[in-house]
């Protein structure tokens, strides 16, 4: 699975892909992660050479109608779109588009599991700011997903969301196929070694059905802690 990310911020999501099972799943070519800043879309009398050299790219401006900080404009965005769907058309693949925002659809592991069967590419648009123009998800027909209900500053880290549990669901990325919480008997509560912790002067054990070799007990205990 490739993955295409429209960011104002690529370099926040490096700790995180060059780390554990997502960067190992890279570097066995099993996903891919491409970037694609607005920044390097804007044109025209949005973009400004300073007599320093420096270049200004605006990618926000005000809200029509009104109302506090600055909104994302569709050009840059659409723009950066577009490079992503043609790197996708011309290695002949299948994309999804997602727009993150508090209103949408809330994100899920079935929804993941039936992206993953359908699709080669999904592109990840993040907002930023007060968000993207409305226009952006229209004319692009994306998914409106939600990953809880509360405002983040941004896109990025729905967006390492949405990749962690997508790329969970590609064959080879986890270790075996059990390792999947979701296709084994799970519970709420965990423990592993020593069978009796020692803590500040008190003592917590095991529960005893997990040491009683009782497979059918166990996970019938399991089941009770969902």
Same mark, same amino acid.
């Given at each position: 699975? @490739? =993955?295409? *990310?429209?960011?104002?911020?690529?370099?926040?999501?490096?700790?995180?892909?060059?780390?554990? *099972?997502?960067?190992?799943?890279?570097?066995?070519?099993?996903?891919?992660?491409?970037?694609?800043?607005?920044?390097?879309?804007?044109?025209?009398?949005? /973009? /400004?050479?300073?007599?320093?050299?420096?270049? !200004? &790219?605006?990618?926000?401006? @005000?809200? =029509?109608? $009104? $109302?506090?900080?600055?909104?994302?404009? %569709?050009?840059?965005?659409? /723009? #950066?779109?577009?490079?992503? +769907?043609?790197?996708?058309?011309?290695?002949?693949?299948?994309?999804?588009?997602?727009?993150?925002?508090? !209103?949408?659809?809330?994100?899920?592991?079935?929804?993941?599991?039936?992206?993953?069967?359908?699709?080669?590419?999904?592109? +990840? *648009?993040?907002?930023?700011?007060?968000?993207?123009? #409305? @226009?952006? %998800?229209?004319? +692009?027909?994306?998914?409106?997903?939600?990953?809880?209900?509360?405002?983040?500053?941004?896109?990025?880290?729905?967006?390492?969301?949405?990749?962690?549990?997508?790329? &969970?669901?590609?064959?080879?990325? +986890?270790?075996?196929?059990?390792?999947?919480?979701?296709? &084994?008997?799970?519970?709420?509560?965990?423990?592993? @070694?020593?069978?009796?912790?020692?803590?500040?002067?008190?003592?917590?054990?095991?529960?005893?059905?997990?040491?009683?070799?009782?497979?059918?007990?166990?996970?019938?205990?399991?089941?009770?802690?969902?």
């Amino acid at each position: 699975m @490739r =993955f295409h *990310i429209i960011t104002l911020f690529p370099e926040s999501f490096t700790s995180y892909t060059e780390a554990s *099972i997502v960067a190992r799943a890279i570097k066995e070519k099993k996903i891919s992660i491409a970037y694609y800043n607005p920044r390097d879309f804007v044109t025209g009398k949005h /973009k /400004k050479v300073w007599p320093d050299g420096n270049i !200004s &790219r605006i990618v926000d401006d @005000r809200p =029509f109608g $009104g $109302g506090p900080g600055m909104v994302m404009r %569709a050009e840059p965005v659409l /723009k #950066a779109c577009d490079k992503a +769907l043609a790197v996708i058309a011309k290695k002949k693949g299948k994309a999804k588009i997602i727009f993150f925002s508090p !209103s949408g659809k809330s994100f899920n592991t079935i929804y993941a599991k039936q992206t993953a069967k359908k699709y080669t590419d999904i592109i +990840l *648009i993040c907002g930023r700011y007060e968000g993207v123009d #409305a @226009r952006v %998800a229209k004319i +692009l027909k994306a998914d409106h997903v939600s990953i809880g209900d509360y405002v983040l500053t941004g896109g990025e880290l729905p967006a390492m969301i949405v990749l962690d549990c997508l790329a &969970r669901q590609i064959p080879g990325v +986890l270790g075996k196929f059990e390792s999947l919480e979701e296709e &084994r008997v799970s519970s709420s509560e965990i423990y592993t @070694r020593p069978e009796i912790l020692e803590y500040k002067g008190k003592k917590y054990k095991t529960p005893k059905v997990l040491l009683s070799g009782d497979h059918k007990k166990i996970e019938e205990w399991k089941q009770s802690k969902n």
